[in-house]
């Protein structure tokens, strides 16, 4: 059984930054895409950020240039680095992790809260 854990949300003010982690029970080389994902009060989950094994990322518009999507192998643990945080980005983040055989995981998700 899969288990993903965040951590790292929480409250800040509008410019500030916030890291976000996200901990696998087991390996996440054996993910094909792992990522982050945002529901907003009220709002559909929405893709956030991507990052395939082969190290391909994919970014939401509305973050591009402010948040990054990393990994660790060693930890088998993905980040995102969310830097000039705005009101918008308030919501709930998940990580997601997709295998190859394409089923998908999910954490159970960290409030982030930014202020104006």
């Known amino acids: 059984q899969v288990q993903l854990v965040e951590s790292g949300g929480g409250l800040v003010q509008a410019g500030g930054s916030l890291r976000l982690s996200c901990a696998a029970s087991?390996?996440?080389?054996?993910?094909?895409?792992m990522g982050w994902y945002c529901q907003a009060p009220g709002k559909q989950r929405e893709r956030v950020a991507t990052?395939?094994?082969?190290?391909?990322?994919n970014y939401a518009d509305s973050v591009k240039g402010r948040f990054t999507i990393s990994r660790d192998n060693t930890k088998n643990t993905v980040y995102l680095q969310m830097n000039s945080l705005k009101p918008e980005d308030t919501g709930v983040y998940f990580c997601?992790?997709?295998?190859?055989?394409?089923?998908?995981?999910w954490g159970q998700g960290t409030q982030v809260t930014v202020s104006s």
């Open positions: 990052l395939t094994n082969a190290g391909i990322t």
């Open positions: 997601s992790a997709v295998s190859y055989s394409l089923s998908t995981y």
């Open positions: 087991g390996s996440i080389l054996s993910f094909e895409t």
